[in-house]
T-cell receptor, first 110, second 114 residues
Framework: SQQGEEDPQALSIQEGENATMNCSYK?????LQWYRQNSGRGLVHLIL?????REKHSGRLRVTLDTSKKSSSLLITASRAADTASYFC??????????FGAGTTVTVRA | GAVVSQHPSRVICKSGTSVKIECRSL??????MFWYRQFPKQSLMLMAT?????????EQGVEKDKFLINHASLTLSTLTVTSAHPEDSSFYIC??????????FGPGTRLTVT
């Protein structure tokens, strides 16, 4: 079943601006992961943050996790046209399955 | 490393026929593979978990007799959509677990049933 809810559903920004999207979930998790999907393609793993971590960085990506609020955010800094894609959060629970959020579609305008 | 392939990438079939989709881990052995389904502009929904040498575990609401899964080896899982209907048209994505609870996703298969 789908656990994550993402916000906003869609985001349009100018190249160079930052993009922030949020993910909320309902149950306890082992970790939370963010993925990118270009139109009609497979998923690319971006970053994993464990339940005992609060913040993680990878290049231009910054992920936060607040387990008390059951929420996470993904920040893409200095966006590029190539960042145009859909972004999904996925939570891993004790049964090691991934439950995906509805996704945020990001459009970066040149 | 950790590359997962799917074949075919696109398939069009007539209503009532069966279609087989292959998922392969190219450079690692995967004891567990997962099959997801994605409708346009929607999220991925887990259909089933496939373990090598045993029966697949299906999520609630997924018909096991319609979506046959075979995980015959540590590098190959197949999903067969039997007696396909237009409502089965979707994007099917598999993932393979390296054993370290890391899932690597295939590029997906676009199924269109006419």
């Amino acid at each position: 079943s789908q656990q994550g809810e993402e916000d906003p559903q869609a985001l349009s920004i100018q190249e160079g601006e930052n993009a922030t999207m949020n993910c909320s979930y309902k149950t306890s998790i082992n970790n939370l992961q963010w993925y990118r999907q270009n139109s009609g393609r497979g998923l690319v793993h971006l970053i994993l943050i464990r339940s005992n971590e609060r913040e993680k960085h990878s290049g231009r990506l910054r992920v936060t996790l607040d387990t008390s609020k059951k929420s996470s955010s993904l920040l893409i800094t200095a966006s590029r046209a190539a960042d145009t894609a859909s972004y999904f959060c996925a939570t891993e629970t004790n049964d090691y399955k991934l439950s995906f959020g509805a996704g945020t579609t990001v459009t970066v305008r040149a | 490393g950790a590359v997962v392939s799917q074949h075919p990438s696109r398939v069009i079939c007539k209503s009532g026929t069966s279609v087989k989709i292959e998922c392969r881990s190219l450079d690692f052995q995967a004891t567990t593979m997962f099959w997801y389904r994605q409708f346009p502009k929607q999220s991925l929904m887990l259909m089933a978990t496939s373990n090598e040498g045993s029966k697949a575990t299906y999520e609630q609401g997924v018909e096991k007799d319609k979506f046959l899964i075979n995980h015959a080896s540590l590098t190959l899982s197949t999903l067969t959509v039997t007696s396909a209907h237009p409502e089965d048209s979707s994007f099917y994505i598999c993932s393979a677990d390296t054993g370290a609870r890391e899932q690597y996703f295939g590029p997906g298969t676009r199924l269109t049933v006419t």
